[in-house]
């Protein structure tokens, strides 16, 4: 049973463009939640995380939007760039097991120049 | 490099062999952690110590499978009479989990193909 929904499943954005990934959780006692950027045959890397303290957390292009009532949490990013195209994947963890995370399906991202 | 580092980065065994796995952690990390990737799914949790308890196994670990962290530093991950299902990337990550924590560091991963 998958813990952590990711949609959509692959998106092609041109250059400049933002990219919106979602995510749904079941788990309320899910406390942190990460976005990974993985490469192909690169292991997965931290891109930006989330507590759901916050509704809303940027880090350069990079944004989390955070929605606790509805369970959802998104990743846009902005001003998308080739160097972007990678799978995201969205995860949640409980800080009890903290490095134990429930992935999403991933979404690959293609941003065409 | 002081990252996660996986050896060997591939594997190809034929079905029933014995395989292991080696991933050394980020030197002051205590917790490391296992888990599987198939394509185009995200990874799975296998198993997870903090130090050199294993504190955690998944479902998903069957009795073919056995990781060890001894001493909580290096890990192994053994998968005994292989088959064609266990075909897939093997991630090890470590953190530090104590009065801080840090993020989870990924290695890059160790593809097994088998034949």
């Known amino acids: 049973q998958q813990q952590v929904k990711q949609s959509p499943q692959s998106l092609i954005v041109q250059k400049g463009g933002i990219s919106i990934i979602n995510c749904a959780y079941e788990?309320?006692?899910?406390?942190?939640f990460p976005w990974y950027q993985q490469f192909p045959g690169k292991g997965p890397a931290l891109l930006i995380a989330?507590?759901?303290?916050?509704s809303e957390k940027k880090e350069g292009r990079f944004t989390i939007s955070f929605n606790k009532s509805a369970k959802q949490f998104s990743l846009h990013i902005m001003d998308s760039q080739p160097g972007d195209s990678a799978t995201y994947f969205c995860?949640?963890?409980?800080?009890?097991?903290?490095?134990?995370?429930?992935f999403g399906a991933g979404t690959q991202v293609v941003v065409t120049p | 490099d002081t990252g996660v580092s996986q050896d060997p980065r591939h594997k190809i065994t034929k079905r029933g062999q014995n395989v292991t796995f080696r991933c050394d952690p980020i030197s002051e990390h205590n917790r490391l952690y296992w888990y599987r990737q198939t394509l185009g799914q995200g990874p799975e949790f296998l198993t997870y110590f903090q130090n050199e308890a294993q504190l955690e196994k998944s479902r998903l670990l069957s009795d073919r499978f056995s990781a060890e962290r001894p001493k909580g530093s290096f890990s192994t991950l053994e998968i005994q009479r292989t088959e064609q299902g266990d075909s897939a990337m093997y991630l090890c990550?470590?953190?530090?989990?104590?009065?801080?924590?840090?993020?989870?560091?990924f290695g890059q991963g160790t593809r097994l193909t088998v034949v």
């Open positions: 990550a470590s953190s530090y989990r104590g009065y801080m924590n840090t993020e989870a560091f």
């Open positions: 995860a949640a963890s409980e800080t009890d097991s903290w490095g134990k995370f429930q």
């Open positions: 989330i507590r759901p303290d916050v």
């Open positions: 788990n309320t006692a899910f406390d942190y």
